[in-house]
Nanobody, 125 residues
Framework: QVQLVESGGGLVQAGGSLRLSCAVSGRTSSRYRMGWFRQAPGKERAFVAA????????YYADSVKGRFTISRDNAKNTMYLQMNSLNPEDTAVYFCAADKDSSIHYWASEWYDYWGQGTQVTVSS
């Protein structure tokens, strides 16, 4: 089984930056698609970004495009989400996820097989 553990969340002022990390352990595949999702209070879990573990394709929600960057360090088995120019609407619990089948439906949470427990990101105005 694959285990995912997020870290790096916290409280930041609007306009600030955070980098989230997702440590991946267990039996993994280089073909896994990795994704970031977030869930704000009272909202559905929403797609943020996705990236193949070994491919160069990246995808971003319109709401974060140009501000967030998804990346990976395969040697460290870690995925990152660099978040810049944060605003209060980015406040949410952020989850990393892995899709073992590398589905084309990168935006859909139901296609991901493994999930972390989430890390809270709070952006104050």
């Amino acid at each position: 089984q694959v285990q995912l553990v997020e870290s790096g969340g916290g409280l930041v002022q609007a306009g600030g930056s955070l980098r989230l990390s997702c440590a991946v352990s267990g039996r993994t595949s280089s073909r896994y698609r990795m994704g970031w999702f977030r869930q704000a209070p009272g909202k559905e879990r929403a797609f943020v970004a996705a990236k193949g573990w070994t491919d160069s394709n990246t995808y971003y929600a319109d709401s974060v495009k140009g501000r967030f960057t998804i990346s990976r360090d395969n040697a460290k088995n870690t995925m990152y989400l660099q978040m810049n120019s944060l605003n209060p609407e980015d406040t949410a619990v952020y989850f990393c996820a892995a899709d073992k089948d590398s589905s084309i439906h990168y935006w859909a949470s139901e296609w991901y097989d493994y999930w972390g427990q989430g890390t809270q990101v709070t952006v104050s105005s």
